[in-house]
């Protein structure tokens, strides 16, 4: 059975780094997209990070892009969310599913995690 397990969880100060890891289980990540989402209190889950596993194609959402880095370790079939320069808007719960290719609609991600506690504060 297909799994995606995030962890990484924390509490860091504005300006911080945070590294959050999805390890996948019961499939490999060849020939899969793992996208990364949040979804903070009273918010609707947004879209942050996909990678294509395959063709290590990469895109982020324009709130995180220059600040956040996707990437996988086939070895350890693990994809990876490195966050940098961490704002308060970043403080939400972080999910990892997967789909066939990021331009995949919303709905056909699956296999999602428990979701992350990620919480930027002073």
């Known amino acids: 059975q297909a799994r995606l397990v995030e962890s990484g969880r924390g509490l860091v100060q504005p300006g911080g780094s945070l590294k959050l890891s999805c390890a996948a289980s019961?499939?490999?990540?060849?020939?899969?997209?793992i996208g990364w989402f949040r979804q903070a209190p009273g918010k609707e889950r947004e879209g942050v990070s996909c990678?294509?596993?395959?063709?290590?194609?990469?895109n982020y959402a324009d709130s995180v892009r220059g600040r956040f880095t996707i990437s996988q370790d086939n070895a350890k079939n693990t994809v990876y969310l490195q966050m940098d320069s961490l704002k308060p808007d970043d403080t939400a719960v972080y999910f990892c599913?997967?789909?066939?290719?990021?331009?995949?609609?919303?709905?056909?991600?699956?296999?999602w995690g428990q979701g992350t506690q990620v919480t930027v504060s002073s």
């Open positions: 599913a997967r789909a066939t290719s990021c331009a995949s609609p919303r709905a056909d991600f699956g296999s």
């Open positions: 990678i294509d596993t395959s063709r290590r194609n990469t």
């Open positions: 019961g499939f490999t990540l060849d020939s899969w997209a």
